[in-house]
């Protein structure tokens, strides 16, 4: 795995986040090529790992192209990786993850 990718799941678990999942989607045909996904305790929780992030990344050259936040739900676009998080409940209702698999898994 990248150096970048780890510098971010890194922040994530030294922030408490949970559940943290990497999908390397580089030999796939996928818009970026990783995706993080982490759940968040709450909306406070999520909007302190967003700030986290954008202070220690932005200094190594992170470039946040995108950021769509709400309560439930956070967005973050870094041009080739995306990062989610994401509080349980949104996380259990759209499964990112199942949908990823179908890209990751070799198709019959």
Do not use: C, Q
Request: proline share 3%; hydrophobic share 40%.
């Amino acid at each position: 795995m990248n150096n970048r990718i780890e510098n971010i799941k890194a922040i994530l678990e030294d922030k408490k986040a949970t559940d943290i999942e990497v999908f390397d989607l580089t030999s796939k045909d996928y818009l970026v090529d990783y995706v993080v996904i982490a759940t968040t305790l709450n909306p406070k929780h999520g909007n302190a790992l967003l700030d986290h992030l954008k202070i220690d990344l932005k200094p190594k050259g992170e470039e946040f192209l995108r950021v769509d936040e709400d309560d439930n739900w956070t967005v973050i676009d870094l041009g080739d990786i995306f990062i989610h998080l994401m509080s349980e409940k949104y996380r259990e209702k759209y499964n990112l993850e199942e949908f990823l698999e179908s890209f990751i898994k070799p198709k019959n």
